[in-house]
């Protein structure tokens, strides 16, 4: 790519930014600090804050010299301010929920370190000995801003508390035994040891001492979550349009709900038992969790091979995405993690288990196309090979869950559009996911920003689980995960329908304008190519379009 003065500035920051965050490192594949943490101390935000204040600066001084550039230097005001935004009010400090905290990507960073290299276990050694120091910077910044009066909610902390709870016993053991089946080296055995008493007495000191002082109030208000709905967007929305938006759509999609239903089961009588009797119908699950990383692992070369040529051009560096099972105590949602920057390691689909030995084959093939191809993986890896218009930072540091979960959600429908849900028991799937995703935008607005539920009542973590439980069809415990996630993570359950909504747009008015001249395929490559942006931006990019 063309080393401008924005390209420069930006490339810079990520090298910055790596040295400030080792676990940021190792998840791009950047070798060096693997034997560290990230310091969670207010000094160490303050350092890396002071890096985007720096950053914003320069590059905002700068002329684009083309589209490229112009594009870039939009990105990287757009992000670097929201993420400001959110440091300085401390928002970006007291928000912590079971699928994004320190706690997680803690744990998280063991399973993206290489296991065959000659200092692997030194470096394993030296990150387990660290957790302890980490817990202790990140306690420090949750007391300061405790004191200017900035705290999670109670709901919370206690689920992070439990998570600690379950890391203390055994999980930082079992990757010391990863690393070193044989249980032999003392040092890492210690060090893993040591990490577990650091989430016991973290724990402790979250459900005594933190949770007292924290909001009993489950929802943040609408001011707050107007800034958490930008950052995670990237668009400025009317929250209330969105919110009857979602409620529409979850209307259409439980009436297709029951043409399905009748289908599968003319008997049924509710949507609820149409997904009971479908978690134990023989056709539609699988047992083990060996059968189902094989099936898994299936199902993602399946799906590169009928896409590849026809809707998409698969590049043949990402052409494999791994499938794995999520470590203990992750909340109940499937994810995704891209692959290395030297794509030395593949992207990575996770299933949480949740302890369960038999699996609901009939929701997993609609969430597989999400995570893997034509969804997440498509788009991260794609972005990340992008080195003729994509800068460094652009293809590492960006990431507009708007935008990258809209996208795997627009796969999910266009697997719909090309016939992959004929079977009624996988369309109920496909349209639980579509449901669930609604449903979200309804709970998760009307929680936080105390909207009436269906009853007249304010949205509350009963009815919101009552409405996806009963409509969304999710299975209790994923149910109330899920409401535990959108209390804990506001503005960002609405971005998959919101950005599937910013991307079906961008389709039907490209159809439009273009006419004959429309491709899919063209279509696909363009938007893909553009890279991570906020959903505004990604709107006026894609009216921009030719064609070509």
């Not at 002071?50 to 590059?59: E, F, K, S, V, W």
């Not at 995670?232 to 009436?255: C, H, P, S, V």
């Not at 009307?446 to 949205?459: I, Q, T």
């Not at 998959?496 to 008015?509: C, H, I, L, Q």
Request: aromatic letters at 10%.
């Amino acid at each position: 790519m063309t080393s401008t003065p924005i390209n420069v500035i930006l490339d810079s920051f990520l090298e910055e930014s790596i040295k400030l965050s080792p676990i940021g490192a190792t998840m791009l594949g950047v070798p060096g600090l693997d034997d560290q943490l990230d310091d969670l101390s207010m000094a160490g935000n303050e350092k890396r804050a002071d890096l985007i204040r720096r950053t914003l600066n320069a590059i905002k001084n700068e002329t684009p010299v083309n589209e490229f550039d112009r594009i870039a230097r939009d990105v990287a005001v757009e992000r670097l301010t929201s993420e400001l935004n959110l440091n300085d009010t401390f928002e970006a400090r007291i928000l912590f929920n079971l699928i994004s905290s320190p706690v997680t990507s803690i744990r998280q960073v063991f399973e993206m370190m290489k296991k065959d290299q000659p200092e692997t276990i030194s470096h394993v050694t030296k990150r387990l000995d660290g957790i302890e120091s980490a817990f202790e910077g990140w306690k420090s910044t949750l007391e300061f801003v405790a004191a200017q009066g900035k705290v999670n909610s109670r709901r919370q902390v206690l689920a992070t508390a439990g998570q600690l709870e379950t890391f203390s016993k055994g999980a930082f053991s079992a990757v010391a035994k990863k690393f070193n089946p044989a249980a032999d080296n003392q040092a890492l055995m210690g060090a893993a040891q040591k990490a577990e008493r650091a989430c016991a007495a973290l724990a402790i000191w979250m459900r005594d001492v933190y949770a007292p002082q924290c909001l009993a109030a489950d929802g943040v208000g609408e001011t707050r979550y107007k800034m958490w709905a930008r950052h995670f967007t990237g668009a400025d929305l009317d929250l209330r349009d969105t919110y009857e938006w979602g409620i529409k759509q979850l209307e259409m999609i439980n009436e297709r709900m029951w043409i399905a239903a009748k289908k599968l089961y003319p008997d049924a009588t509710t949507l609820r038992e149409v997904a009971d009797r479908l978690d134990s119908d023989s056709r539609y699950t699988v047992e083990g969790e060996e059968e189902l990383l094989k099936k898994l692992r299936d199902f993602i070369a399946a799906a590169v091979e009928r896409l590849d040529g026809k809707e998409f051009d698969i590049d043949p560096r990402i052409r494999n995405c791994e499938a794995r099972l999520a470590p203990e105590g992750s909340a109940s949602a499937a994810y995704y993690m891209g692959p290395s920057e030297d794509l030395t390691r593949p992207g990575t689909t996770w299933f949480p288990t949740m302890g369960r030995k038999t699996f609901g084959w009939w929701h997993i093939v609609s969430t597989w196309y999400h995570e893997a191809v034509p969804g997440h993986h498509l788009q991260v890896a794609t972005t990340k090979i992008n080195t003729e218009r994509l800068n460094r930072f652009q293809r590492n540091r960006v990431w507009v869950s708007g935008y990258g979960e809209g996208w795997a959600l627009y796969a999910e429908r266009l697997m719909d559009e090309l016939g992959a849900f004929a079977d009624p028991g996988y369309e109920m799937g496909y349209l639980s996911a579509q449901g669930l995703r609604a449903a979200r935008i309804v709970v998760d607005i009307g929680m936080h920003c105390g909207y009436k539920d269906f009853n007249g009542e304010v949205w509350n973590a009963e009815s919101a689980f009552k409405l996806l439980h009963e409509r969304a069809l999710l299975d209790e415990i994923s149910a109330r995960s899920e409401v535990d996630r959108y209390l804990g993570w506001p503005g960002q359950a609405i971005s998959y329908k919101v950005g599937e909504r910013f991307w079906m747009e961008a389709r039907e008015d490209a159809k439009k304008r273009l006419g004959a001249k429309f491709e899919l395929k063209k279509f696909h490559s363009f938007a893909l190519n553009l890279g991570p942006m906020g959903l505004d931006p990604f709107k006026r990019e894609m009216a921009l379009w030719d064609g070509n």
